[in-house]
Each structure stands twice: as structure tokens, then as C-alpha cells.
Nanobody
Framework: QVHMVESGGGSVQAGGSLRLSCAMS????????MGWFRRTPGKEREGVAR???????AYADSVKGRFTITKDNVKNILYLQMNSLKPEDSAMYYC???????????????????WGQGIQVSVSA
């Protein structure tokens, strides 16, 4: 059974930073791909960042240069460092994992198998 629990969300002013954490318990399951998604009311969940087990990363155009995805392999925690935050970054953020390889880049959420419960990020102007 895979468990993923996000933390680190909250409210910040535009231009500020937040770091999201996703504590992962995967048991015997190997995750090939880990990612961060976000969703705002009335919109579909969109991919934000992705990290493959070989270290390759990918980012949505809207966050390139501002967000960084990393993983602590000892603690098994996935991070999303978010800098220069904008009001349009406000959303519920989810970490996710896929237990098979995926096509490169930011792919749809339907390809991921395991999800955290989500955590709110609010950026005020």
C-alpha cells in the first residue's frame, strides 16, 4: 500500500516562497515517476513538476525557473520548492506517483496511480 502525505502549504504574499513536502511510504511498490499537480476550482488538475527515478525532471511552462522538484532518498520525501510565487499559483497541490515508466514530460494525471490528499497554497497579491 502506497501512502503519500503532503505538508508545507499555507498562505504567502506574491513574490514569496513555500516548500511543499510529500512523505511517501511505498512498501514493496517501486515508483518510477513522482510528480506534483495542482487544481483550482472549476479547472482540471494540471501537472506542475515531475521527477523520474533516474533524476530527470520536467516542469510546466508556467512554473519553469520558479519551482524545483527534488527528493530526499533517505527520508523518502518529495519536495517542491516554490519561489517567486504569483496569485495564479494559488491552488490545491497534490503529490503523485506512478508505478510504471511514463512518456517524457508533463503527462496527464490519469497516468499516475497513487495520490496524496492535497494541500492548499494561497498567494495574495
Amino acid at each position: 500500500q502506497v501512502h503519500m502525505v503532503e505538508s508545507g502549504g499555507g498562505s504567502v504574499q506574491a513574490g514569496g516562497s513555500l516548500r511543499l513536502s510529500c512523505a511517501m511510504s511505498t512498501g514493496p511498490v517501486r515508483l518510477y515517476v513522482m510528480g506534483w499537480f495542482r487544481r483550482t476550482p472549476g479547472k482540471e488538475r494540471e501537472g506542475v513538476a515531475r521527477l523520474d527515478t533516474d533524476g530527470v525532471t520536467a516542469y510546466a511552462d508556467s512554473v519553469k525557473g520558479r519551482f524545483t522538484i527534488t527528493k530526499d532518498n533517505v527520508k523518502n520525501i518529495l519536495y517542491l520548492q516554490m519561489n517567486s510565487l504569483k496569485p495564479e499559483d494559488s491552488a490545491m497541490y497534490y503529490c503523485a506517483g506512478a508505478h510504471n515508466p511514463l512518456l517524457p514530460g508533463i503527462v496527464d494525471d490519469l497516468w499516475y496511480h497513487h495520490w496524496g490528499q492535497g494541500i492548499q497554497v494561497s498567494v495574495s497579491a
